[in-house]
Nanobody
Framework: QVQLVESGGGLVQAGGSLRLSCAAS????????VGWFRQLPGKEREFVSS????????YYTDSVKGRFTISRDNAKNTVYLQMNSLKPEDTAVYYC????????????????????WGPGTQVTVSS
């Protein structure tokens, strides 16, 4: 079993940047596909980005393409989400999620594909 903890959230002005981290403990993270999701106030949790265990396959929702970059450092058991050109509509609680996979090139975009979740980190973008 793996435990996930997000960090790096905070308050930033529109146009600014933040880097979120998802640190894993308990087991090696290198066999996990990882996704980032966010939940806006009063709305359902939505997919943001995902990365395969070998980092060869990356996927982004349309609203963050060109602004967000997902990456991972398996030696540090950490996945990152670099968020640039932030907009007020990016304000949400951001969650990372993981799922152990056999295939190194698989990634997932649906919440129910992931088994492990972190508690979330708040990102607030002011206008």
């Amino acid at each position: 079993q793996v435990q996930l903890v997000e960090s790096g959230g905070g308050l930033v002005q529109a146009g600014g940047s933040l880097r979120l981290s998802c640190a894993a403990s308990g087991r090696s993270f290198s066999s996990y596909a990882v996704g980032w999701f966010r939940q806006l106030p009063g709305k359902e949790r939505e997919f943001v980005s995902s990365i395969s265990r070998n980092a060869y396959r990356l996927y982004y929702t349309d609203s963050v393409k060109g602004r967000f970059t997902i990456s991972r450092d398996n030696a540090k058991n950490t996945v990152y989400l670099q968020m640039n050109s932030l907009k007020p509509e990016d304000t949400a609680v951001y969650y990372c999620a993981g799922r152990e996979t056999v295939s190194s090139g698989v990634y997932y975009t649906e919440m129910n594909n992931y088994r492990y979740w972190g508690p979330g980190t708040q990102v607030t973008v002011s206008s």
